[in-house]
């Protein structure tokens, strides 16, 4: 059974949370890899050799918008992606899909950082991801800002109380339809 590992912030960790660490795709074994805060400028080389030693075929990566910030700039956020991808694609993995960094609306963690700042530098780094990865970036084009987010304005809404169909599970959604794709082919 072909083994998936899910990497990232604490969108992969809430994710992980929240279906109790599996994404319920038939004959694909998940393995979950999110820490929250993560950066690629200050990456924990063990974690990342964590998640290659599982010896996944696939990854699904969720990194970078924690790295913007008011002095950094969108081609080194890209660059350090990208660096991640082939860290992974020489550890054997067949397919690395690379998520597009989300909107947000809070920045009190990032001193200076407003949302102006924040959505210039994640649009130029996902226009830079979309062209480098092509049909392995992933779109979350149904999560809508701020509807299918918590209070906090950064995660994604995980209360069933709010709405049936959440920002965690339109998430969710999106990440098992791009691996059962690659399951029938």
């Known amino acids: ?92 993995m067949k397919k690395v899909w690379v998520a597009e960094i989300i909107t947000r609306g809070n920045f009190s963690k990032v001193p200076g950082l407003t949302k102006e700042a924040y959505e210039c530098q994640r649009i130029r780094i996902n226009q830079l991801l979309h062209k480098k990865f092509g049909k392995h970036f992933v779109q979350f084009k149904d999560i809508k800002y701020p509807t299918d987010y918590l209070q906090d304005l950064v995660h994604l809404q995980t209360s069933e109380l709010i709405t049936v169909n959440t920002g965690i599970k339109k998430y969710m959604s999106r990440i098992r339809r791009i691996i059962a794709s690659t399951q029938k082919h």
């Open 1 to 92: 059974m072909p083994t998936l590992i899910l990497y990232g912030s604490s969108y992969i960790e809430r994710l992980r949370r929240h279906c109790d660490g599996d994404l319920c795709i038939s004959g694909v074994n998940t393995v979950f890899f999110g820490r929250g805060g993560l950066r690629t400028d200050r990456m924990d080389q063990r974690f990342v050799r964590q998640a290659i030693a599982t010896g996944a075929e696939f990854a699904f990566l969720h990194v970078g918008g924690n790295d913007i910030s008011p002095t950094s700039t969108p081609r080194e956020i890209f660059e350090r992606i990208v660096e991640l991808v082939f860290t992974f694609n020489n550890a054997g």
